[in-house]
């Protein structure tokens, strides 16, 4: 059988839309803050052309892991409340009221500015749960996504003045100057928080001069990634995929992508790469975009979908090869 990628135009089948509302029973964290990947993973796995059979499966198997959502709550505006995550379900009631009284496009233009100084929220998980949500058209998901990224959201206070220099040696300058560092116990966005907030980068220039354009950004983030089969460097790469769709509702996209700038960086210096460790050209050859979506419908491990899906859209995009090897690389590795 001769496999054809479907991608982001395909319409949501049934079976789709019938699991997500399903979802909506789960918090959007469960464990140690872990991110909720159920209505992401369902929605690429869609997209990649899963049968009912195959999205019913992996939803059954997923959900055994989350915690139940919280109960309903009164309606809390986020402005003054961001980062509150006690208050997702009063988040969450104020959104999905926002959207039943203007309606989704009204509302994203609204919020969406607001949030991007806070993508790095979840490790950029609520980030790529909105543009999930975006791209599926559906409001509640979209309320549920934008309650998330409100209640995690997560500044870094690096600041906007330029450095000299290309991305790459403005990363490997403050890497150089990380070489000792040894961060804390915690998850990925603990330790982007600590870097930022702490006094190793305190002052430290680390934008370039002109705000820099999405495909350096998100070229950056596949070098780093093919280098390293790394879980934070693979978040990095989701999330410029996940950038390209949520920009469309920032005011200053310029600023907007500043902001992603300094959270893939702060994310790319937690990864401590000892010199000479760098993961080995990979052996064999790189699958083609139908290989890949159909291979990526026999995983059942969620980063794995959610990469493979961001490889295609980012290969249609940016027409890189690169992206294609990267997922090649991880569907070898998924045993």
């Known amino acids: ?173 403050l890497r150089a100057d990380l070489t000792c560092y040894v961060f804390k116990p915690g998850i990925i966005i603990d330790k982007m928080l600590e870097l930022a907030w702490g006094p190793a980068l305190a002052g430290a220039a680390v934008q370039p001069a002109e705000a820099p354009a999405l495909r350096e950004i998100a070229h950056f983030a596949l070098r780093a990634y093919a280098q390293r089969e790394d879980f934070t460097l693979l978040h990095i790469v989701t999330g410029t995929h996940a950038f390209r769709i949520v920009q469309t509702y920032a005011n200053d996209q310029a600023l907007a992508r500043r902001y992603l700038w300094q959270a893939a960086l702060a994310a790319w210096l937690t990864v401590v790469v000892a010199p000479g460790k760098q993961l080995a050209p990979q052996a064999g050859a790189t699958l083609e975009e139908g290989e890949i979506a159909a291979r990526a419908l026999q995983s059942r491990d969620d980063h794995v979908i959610k990469l493979c899906h961001s490889a295609l859209c980012e290969y249609r995009e940016y027409g890189d090869a690169g992206y294609l090897q990267i997922a090649t690389r991880k569907l070898a590795l998924d045993v």
């Open 1 to 173: 059988m001769a496999w054809c990628y479907i991608g982001t135009m395909h319409p949501m089948s049934d079976t789709c839309h019938a699991l997500l509302l399903q979802s909506r029973s789960h918090a959007p964290l469960y464990g140690n803050r872990l991110a909720n990947h159920l209505p992401m993973a369902l929605l690429a796995l869609d997209r990649l052309g899963a049968d009912g059979d195959t999205l019913r499966r992996f939803a059954d198997g997923y959900a055994q892991r989350l915690l139940s959502a919280p109960a309903s709550a009164s309606a809390l505006d986020p402005h003054d409340y961001l980062g509150s995550s006690g208050d997702y379900p009063r988040f969450l009631r104020f959104f999905q009221d926002r959207i039943r009284e203007a309606g989704v496009e009204a509302v994203l233009h609204d919020w969406v500015p607001v949030l991007m100084p806070g993508l790095a929220a979840s490790a950029f998980h609520a980030m790529i749960r909105l543009a999930y949500a975006i791209e599926s058209g559906l409001g509640d998901e979209i309320a549920l996504a934008l309650a998330y990224w409100a209640s995690e959201y997560a500044s870094l206070p690096l600041p906007l003045e330029p450095a000299e220099g290309s991305l790459e040696q403005i990363a490997g300058r």
